[in-house]
């Protein structure tokens, strides 16, 4: 076996990786910093040495994942066979030894879920909060950022990053650029316009962002504490909700409701339907209930009548 990459060369070469995945992959900030992440620490690991590792240090490495979960394992696994590639395609190195590297199969775990009544008793809170005299204007933000995060399913990041004017008061919908550049039409109900237009009118006209906080917008940082002040508020046990959370409340609800899940997949920004299939959860009580209720046999009454089937 020969390895073109020299020892201590990793630093370069891990850049240069991340550089071909914004350009050519379009992976998105977050992407890139969760690979820069776990590059830089396994780089660490073997002391520098991670673009010339051979099979047996991946297993080393492997072995010093044991303690991991198996969905970290496998988010690992993955950024480091992707770097290994590169490496092969570009030449500084002769071999791909990702094969080495451990592959967990983990299985992605169902996301929280809200019930109907856990969001009801969240609207309930904010609509007492907006009801205090004298009002808040920050309680008019946060009914306008649940409104998008549960009505319209955003991620965190799209959330607090929305320009001022995105978002217009006689456009159901606005266009956005997800992950990996991709553009999508969300749509906006009359309830979050009519939210996020209470609350603009507070922002002032200059700023850029719609959530705006400081010289930039608003954190997701920022946005968790918020959400959870407001569960808590609500009885909800903090630790049971998120704005991902709200997001998956979105997606579980419209399917609840009867919507076809290549349109979830279309609003939520989903590359692969099998992402959307595991995102919507949905209880085995309502896939009973849809075949006792929809399926072409359900009256077995007429179904199984002798004169029906011609006897």
């Not at 592959?103 to 809200?114: E, F, N, Q, S």
Request: charged share 25%.
């Amino acid at each position: 076996m020969t390895i073109v990459a020299a020892p201590g060369s990793d630093r370069a070469l891990i850049e240069r990786f991340l550089e071909m995945m914004a350009a050519e992959a379009g992976a998105a900030p977050n992407t890139l910093a969760a690979y820069r992440s776990d590059l830089a620490l396994a780089s660490g690991f073997l002391a520098g040495r991670l673009a010339a590792a051979s099979p047996d240090d991946l297993a080393r490495l492997g072995a010093h994942w044991l303690e991991l979960s198996r969905s970290s394992v496998a988010r690992k696994s993955a950024a480091l066979r992707r770097f290994f590639a590169f490496l092969a395609d570009e030449g500084h190195r002769a071999d791909d030894p990702g094969a080495a590297l451990p592959r967990p199969g983990a299985r992605r775990p169902l996301p929280k879920v809200l019930g109907h009544g856990d969001v009801d008793r969240l609207f309930a809170a904010i609509a007492a909060r907006i009801a205090r005299d004298p009002p808040d204007p920050n309680d008019l933000r946060l009914s306008a950022l649940v409104e998008l995060l549960y009505g319209s399913g955003l991620r965190a990041t799209e959330l607090v990053s929305l320009p001022r004017n995105a978002i217009a008061p006689d456009r159901p919908y606005l266009i956005l650029r997800g992950k990996g550049g991709r553009e999508r039409l969300v749509p906006i109900s009359d309830r979050a316009r009519a939210a996020v237009a209470a609350w603009r009118a507070h922002v002032a006209a200059d700023r850029l962002w719609l959530f705006p906080s400081g010289k930039a917008h608003l954190s997701r940082v920022r946005l968790h504490q918020l959400i959870k002040g407001l569960a808590e508020e609500a009885g909800i046990p903090p630790e049971r909700i998120s704005p991902h959370v709200l997001r998956h409340a979105f997606a579980t609800h419209l399917l609840e409701g009867g919507a076809d899940l290549r349109a979830l997949q279309s609003m939520l920004g989903h590359a692969d339907i099998a992402t959307t299939e595991i995102y919507t959860h949905v209880d085995a009580s309502r896939l009973v209930e849809l075949v006792n209720t929809r399926h072409p046999l359900t009256d077995s009454k007429h179904r199984v009548d002798g004169k029906r089937r011609g006897a």
